[in-house]
């Protein structure tokens, strides 16, 4: 009894040391204000307050989510390869053929149902479920951590902006075009780093995206600079004239059609041979050349086939807003993307989707408190990693089981 | 060719590039020991900018001596940023040691959102001007237009750090600690180091530093906002992979290659594209020497 009570004062005395460094650490930020224009001090000591009494509930939820995640480790380790409860009803036939039915009559009756301010949320989550699915082949299947994937969705962008603008291509004709333009710049960019591993390999992506961007910024004559291009236009069914909000529920069922294609091809792909090949170059480089795999085509056809994505999502966004500029392809839009893939789970593709659905909807319907909606998203995913690292929905790598006759 | 021209890129690059060293030398120390690309180092030093400033305007509202100012600013930007470091490899780093590296990657791009919009919420959006907080000398004023003297302190002040750093890690007990952590941190935990402690030691230093240079940087450019960080984080990353990730003296290298490569360019070429050499240079390094100008090419085991 008395050793409850003093592991209740000793938490106790924990929390309260970590809300007094707290308040400490907040002092001169949170607490004091200057205006060096007009010279004024100001004083906020409720702010202190605030973050004593918060971090002192935070520390002891935290202390104890951390302890809860220890002991399910222990079982886990115990068991291993189980799947979780989820996974499990997903693999009931009577529990998944209704599911898919009732999943199907949603997606389809999304943009009657509701307004079609929800309907473009919904495109734009959409375009980020394709990209996040091509960035799950670079990232998740094939290993390669890839800080400027944005650069091959502004090359899509870019190439119906500019196709339009000068050859008045339209939205169907330019859509493969980009696609092979995003795969020809995976393969420009793929050639210089084939030797690059890990970290050097994310800071030369990043440097490329940021070179593409700045480029973009920059030659004025080319790409219209910072002013960017407006007046694209939106997605045509067979030249007929559609009114905006008829055009946004023609866009949300092509990027539905999209998201399918996607889907499937990347199924397909990752239970192929080349999926294989990734997958195996991402568990040992050294190890996959020795058994044969070409290393310098396997990367680049995951460099390829990541950017090929990319660039449809951006012939979407640039149909869909009608207006690009540099400003939309910076690296925290790379940045955004690969959350999406290790939030959601890395090489699931149920886990990817999830992930872009939940970190792009979230922040929309967060916007109640908009001016906290990056904090939170921070705080989101620092705890996402430490709590749950393998993501929302973990991959489930096929085994084989044998059995005893 | 004109040689003043020359001198002045030539000593503007060197500033440059010594204030990507303080940043970078964070960044490398931090991935030594624990491999991490600590994301959230640009916050630390934009925090210890913003810690200095306000510190600085209170004292001068207080109608202090400028030089207690300047020093006492600089004390408080440092003890802070220290404390950050600290606090943010407990919370978002320590939980994550023995998970796969993209985790603490992500962990440590979300602590870097957190921090930049903690910042923009408490204080201001806008860019706030910098008090100067080194003096122009008088004596000096001859040759300003080629090195001001603010540019010296900012070199001399480096200069001292690196110094500083090197007999830290070359001699002291902990620095010793530190090149054992980095070279194994498991064979290092047998023989009785003690990891956390070494750490932790490793993110207040490498914090200290960062906030040497936050306020060096803001005293010279003379305005922040809670943007400046991850730019000047980006660049510092580069610099430290250019000069070989997790090496000291390559941090330095590649910080100074980095800010004369920029400085030359824009001076000789266009300013309008000075991002663009510095990530091409980088591509063409890493393309010849994959793993820094003074990387080591470790040998790949299966």
Not at chain 1, 105 to 131: D, K
Not at chain 2, 241 to 247: E, H, M, N
Request: glycine share 10%; proline share 3%; hydrophobic share 55%.
């Amino acid at each position: 009894m008395s050793g409850i009570f003093m592991n209740v004062r000793g938490e106790l005395k924990k929390s309260f040391q970590i809300s007094a460094w707290f308040m400490f650490l907040t002092f001169p930020i949170l607490v004091i204000r200057v205006n060096t224009v007009e010279n004024v001090i100001e004083w906020r000591w409720y702010n202190m307050a605030i973050v004593g009494v918060s971090t002192f509930l935070g520390s002891a939820l935290w202390r104890y989510l951390l302890s809860v995640k220890e002991k399910s480790q222990r079982i886990n380790a115990a068991s291993p390869g189980n799947m979780t409860s989820f996974q499990k009803a997903f693999s009931d036939k009577r529990f998944f053929y209704p599911a898919l039915f009732i999943l199907i009559g949603f997606v389809i009756s999304f943009p009657f149902l509701f307004s079609m301010y929800q309907a473009n949320i919904m495109i734009t989550a959409l375009i980020y479920v394709m990209l996040g699915l091509g960035l799950n082949i670079v990232v998740g299947l094939a290993g390669l951590l890839d800080l400027g994937y944005v650069a091959f969705y502004a090359v899509g962008a870019y190439s119906y902006g500019l196709l339009n603008f000068h050859f008045g291509l339209g939205f169907w004709t330019t859509l493969p075009i980009a696609a092979i333009l995003a795969a020809l710049a995976g393969i420009l960019l793929g050639y210089p780093v084939l030797r690059l591993r890990g970290d050097y390999l994310a800071i030369v992506t990043l440097g490329f995206g940021e070179i593409i961007r700045l480029v973009l910024e920059n030659w004025g004559e080319f790409s219209h600079g910072p002013s960017g291009i407006a007046n694209i236009p939106r997605p045509s069914l067979l030249g007929i004239d559609m009114t905006l909000t008829q055009n946004t529920i023609f866009t949300y069922f092509v990027m539905i059609g999209l998201v399918l294609f996607t889907i499937f091809v990347v199924n397909r792909l990752q239970n192929s041979r080349i999926g294989r090949a990734w997958i195996a170059l991402r568990e040992d480089e050294i190890a996959c050349q020795a058994m044969g795999i070409d290393r310098t085509r396997t990367k680049l056809t995951a460099f390829a086939l990541g950017a090929t994505w990319a660039g449809m999502g951006g012939v979407v966004f640039a149909a869909k807003t009608t207006f690009i500029n540099p400003a939309s392809f910076t690296i925290w839009e790379s940045v955004i993307i690969l959350c999406i893939v290790v939030l959601g789970g890395m090489g699931s593709i149920l886990g990817v989707i999830s992930g872009a659905l939940v970190l792009t909807l979230l922040p929309e319907y967060l916007r109640a408190f908009s001016e906290y909606r990056m904090l939170i998203f921070g705080i989101m995913l620092v705890s996402m990693m430490v709590f749950r690292p393998e993501g929302i929905i973990r991959n489930v790598r096929r085994t084989y089981t044998f059995s005893k006759e | 060719m004109d040689w003043e021209y020359f001198l002045e890129l030539l000593l503007g690059g060197l500033t440059r590039g010594s204030i990507y060293a303080l940043i970078a030398l964070g960044y490398t120390m931090v991935y030594g020991i624990i491999e991490l690309i600590n994301f959230a180092h640009g916050e630390i030093y934009m925090i210890g900018a913003f810690t200095a400033l306000i510190v600085a305007s209170v004292l001068n509202y207080a109608g202090m001596n400028h030089v207690a100012v300047a020093i006492l600013a600089m004390v408080a930007a440092i003890i802070y940023s220290c404390a950050y470091g600290f606090a943010i490899e407990k919370i978002a780093y320590k939980p994550l040691r023995n998970a796969p590296r993209l985790s603490a990657l992500i962990s440590a791009i979300g602590m870097s959102l957190f921090l930049q919009n903690y910042v923009l919420l408490a204080q201001t959006p806008d860019f706030l001007p910098f008090p100067s907080l080194i003096p122009d000398f008088d004596f000096w004023e001859p040759y300003a237009h080629i090195i001001s003297s603010q540019e010296i302190a900012i070199l001399a002040t480096t200069v001292s750090v690196m110094i500083l750093l090197t007999v830290m890690i070359k001699f002291t007990i902990i620095g010793k600690a530190m090149r054992a952590t980095a070279q194994d941190r498991i064979m290092a935990a047998l023989v009785g180091v003690d990891i956390n402690r070494v750490i932790s030691v490793t993110f207040v230093v490498g914090s200290a530093t960062a906030a040497i240079g936050g306020v060096l940087i803001a005293s010279h450019v003379g305005q922040i906002n809670f943007y400046i960080g991850f730019i000047a984080g980006i660049k510092a990353f580069v610099a430290a992979v250019l000069g070989g990730i997790g090496s000291i003296p390559g941090a330095v290298l590649g910080s100074l290659v980095l800010g004369w490569t920029e400085s030359f360019f824009t001076g000789y070429i266009s300013s309008d594209y000075e991002d663009v050499f510095a990530f091409l240079f980088l591509v063409l390094i890493l393309i010849f020497r994959p793993s820094g100008i003074l990387g080591r090419s470790e040998t790949q085991k299966v």
